[in-house]
């Protein structure tokens, strides 16, 4: 191909779908990065060029590092940093942060906030979005902070089901929500797309994510759909 990069934005990237990619294209033809970014810090955020094996390996959809210039934090619910593998909020630091919402400043005083790990007057973002450091210091991405729910006392990130679900033999895509049952209360329910030419055995796949999954987090039912249904700009519409 001509092309010499593909840089992927806007979704988390499942990085388990790019095997089909790599069986056909070399490696560094084109070269693939994830990044992660939002408007308000003009744009992008952090980035991780992607190679085969680093694809195959990976069971999340991995952001990687903060671009120069900028700083990133994961942080609990009072500002403080949490450790590698423990999930928390996502604020960026740095000076390509916007001056804040136009005609907002309600919004803007409630997400742009106070640096504590920088100079006096340094601010930094509240993204809304949920991830973790790994081992290896770099960020893996797991959605929105709303789509983290608490269910029968314990609080679960959905993103993290959907990147385990996800990896399932024959899956292609995969979305989990808690839905309300008359009779059992709330439960959290799967729903996939299999590969094409693929068959899945929902069974199956609950026995698979049950190995990586404490109880807790593992769908009850997995729901097999021709397709996901998306908004008018094509994101998924929950």
Not at 31 to 60: C, K, P, Q, W
């Amino acid at each position: 191909l001509a092309l010499r990069y593909v840089v992927f934005g806007g979704e988390a990237l499942d990085l388990s779908q790019l095997g089909r990619w790599y069986s056909r294209h070399d490696e560094g033809a084109p070269r693939l990065v994830n990044m992660y970014g939002i408007t308000e810090t003009t744009v992008h955020v952090t980035h991780r060029e992607l190679d085969r094996e680093f694809a195959a390996s990976s069971s999340a959809s991995v952001i990687g590092r903060g671009i120069p210039g900028l700083r990133v934090f994961v942080l609990d619910g009072w500002l403080r940093p949490v450790p590698p593998g423990v999930t928390g909020e996502l604020y960026v630091a740095g000076p390509q942060l916007s001056r804040g919402y136009v005609g907002r400043a309600d919004l803007t005083f409630g997400r742009f906030v106070a640096c504590p790990f920088g100079v006096s007057g340094e601010r930094m973002y509240r993204t809304g979005d949920v991830g973790r450091w790994s081992v290896d210091g770099e960020l893996e991405y797991f959605g929105r902070s709303d789509s983290q729910v608490q269910l029968r006392g314990f609080r679960i990130e959905l993103g993290e089901v959907e990147a385990v679900l996800g990896r399932c033999a024959g899956v292609a895509q995969a979305v989990v929500l808690v839905r309300d049952h008359a009779v059992l209360g709330e439960r959290l329910i799967g729903y996939v797309v299999p590969e094409v030419g693929a068959v899945v055995d929902e069974a199956e796949v609950l026995a698979e994510v049950s190995v990586h999954l404490p109880v807790h987090m593992v769908p009850s039912v997995v729901v097999v759909l021709g397709a996901l249904p998306l908004t008018a700009n094509g994101k998924l519409d929950r």
